[in-house]
């Protein structure tokens, strides 16, 4: 960085800190002994138009659980499942690679929050976030934002031991101690309560809001109309396969409670029709408060899901396509980046340096794994990673290494390997390592590079007689009766 863009770096670092002091009114805080800010992506005149749009704005970030980027009309899915998403998808940047870091809440969750791979936050289980971890709770407090976590699912709360660092956190409980049945809790509306009284309270402030619907997540409940949409019809190009190999759940799955397999996939198309819906309505609340078009609003999902596709029903069991892939919307303030689309591979763990390289917020350069995006945004590059990696849980694990052009997935077994040219096999049938061994030895050579990067390596992925580094210590959730419950009926417990 050169003299100019240091004295660039420090004005922005302190018009930051002076922005929290006055228009928060709150105690200016030293940054932690250690904390070596990273550098501003650029300020080439095209990523200061949108950092510019998006000045003084509010962040709101909406997930809905376990949707799959393929079954999003934006995303090229012929079924009617998501019009206020495709609408948004027209005013905003559509990322078209956009993968997650983990297939099961709390994991992704925690990755999304802190910028960091699984094998780095270990937030797995019922272990906590490390104490001391940066996250965007934490961070945009610190510099005035007002924070705020709305969440369904209890895997993606402070419960879980992740989301401790918002200042107000709300979930299903809080609407009435007598809503406990599955309709109820499972259900986008009492949320949606909580998210209009706190926007009519709390709107005038500038803040961060991060909201978790359960929808499309199972048991797929929705009102009568919506499943009415897809009922007893053949879901769009379904073709069920089965696992790469001999993989140890298939007894698990076989004991998996479901109608047959196209009518699941119907069920699970409404419950994203009601997912959707309930990203209508917080926008429709954000404009009732007046503050829709003061807000970044971003709309993701934690996974996708699984239909049998590679064997793999539900998620968390395996890192293909339709489990790893998820949409990632991002709508700008001014009308900024209206209806753009991104290809480059982009993952879960680049929005937090992406949110704060807009707004102009300081973030570690340790400890956050994560690209910030604006470049790719303002066309200054036209990839933001070479490869983007994801793991998952099952009988064996698996971990995923995904290039534009190909996939390669380790079993954790330190045995299995299959690559998939995707160009000519993006359903990825077809196990081509024996064919193309130059491609798979680079991939794997990254990834021998990525496991040493991680606070505690997965080589076991490469070496079945490797010994573990021991995990480091964290606090960890003893989990009461009533998240138990609720978990289980999740698919969570077994």
């Not at 694990?397 to 998939?420: C, F, H, I, Q």
């Amino acid at each position: 960085m050169d003299d100019r863009g240091r004295r660039r770096w420090l004005w922005w670092v302190l018009a930051a800190a002076l922005a929290a002091a006055v228009g928060a009114g709150v105690v200016l805080r030293r940054p932690s002994v250690g904390f070596a800010p990273a550098p501003f992506t650029s300020d080439e005149p095209r990523v200061e138009g949108i950092r510019e749009a998006a000045r003084g704005a509010n962040v709101v970030l909406v997930v809905i659980d376990a949707a799959r980027a393929d079954h999003v009309g934006c995303y090229g899915y012929p079924r009617d499942t998501t019009p206020n998403m495709d609408r948004l998808a027209g005013e905003s940047v559509r990322f078209e690679g956009h993968f997650c870091q983990f297939p099961r809440t709390k994991e992704s969750t925690a990755s999304l929050f802190a910028s960091q791979y699984s094998d780095s936050h270990l937030a797995s289980g019922n272990r906590h976030l490390m104490d001391g971890t940066f996250t965007m709770a934490k961070g945009l407090g610190e510099a005035g934002y007002r924070t705020v976590l709305f969440s369904s699912n209890p895997n993606a709360s402070p419960g879980a031991g992740i989301g401790l660092d918002f200042r107000e956190t709300y979930d299903q409980g809080d609407v009435d101690p007598l809503v406990r049945s599955w309709k109820e809790l499972t259900s986008p509306e009492p949320l949606l309560g909580l998210i209009g009284d706190w926007l009519r309270r709390n709107g005038g402030s500038r803040f961060f809001a991060y909201i978790h619907f359960d929808p499309p997540h199972q048991p797929y409940i929705q009102p009568e109309e919506m499943t009415a949409l897809f009922a007893g019809q053949e879901p769009p190009d379904f073709e069920a396969g089965d696992f790469a190999f001999p993989v140890g759940d298939r007894e698990v799955l076989r004991t998996c409670l479901h109608p047959p397999l196209p009518e699941w996939i119907n069920l699970y198309d409404a419950n994203l029709r009601y997912a959707d819906w309930a990203v209508g309505e917080v926008e429709r609340l954000l404009r009732e408060a007046g503050v829709f078009d003061k807000t970044l609003f971003v709309v993701t999902a934690d996974h996708g899901e699984g239909f049998g596709e590679h064997g793999y029903l539900w998620h968390e069991r395996g890192v293909y396509e339709e489990m790893a892939r998820i949409p990632l919307l991002m709508r700008f303030p001014a009308g900024a980046q209206r209806g753009r689309t991104v290809r480059g591979l982009t993952q879960a763990i680049d929005l937090l340096p992406t949110i704060f390289d807009t707004l102009v917020v300081p973030y570690p350069r340790d400890g956050v794994q994560g690209r910030s995006l604006l470049p790719l945004m303002a066309g200054l590059t036209d990839r933001a990673h070479e490869r983007v990696f994801c793991r998952s849980d099952g009988e064996p694990p698996s971990y995923l290494v995904r290039r534009p052009e190909w996939a390669l997935m380790l079993w954790g077994n330190g045995k299995w390997r299959a690559l998939y040219d995707l160009a000519g096999d993006p359903g990825q049938r077809e196990n081509v390592i024996e064919q193309h061994p130059e491609v798979a030895e680079e991939m794997l050579a990254a990834f021998r590079v990525f496991a040493a990067e991680q606070r505690r390596p997965p080589l076991d992925f490469l070496d079945p007689e490797v010994e573990l580094a021991p995990l480091p210590e964290a606090s960890e959730t003893e989990l009461t009766a009533e998240m138990e419950k609720r978990l289980r009926a999740l698919g969570y417990v077994k």
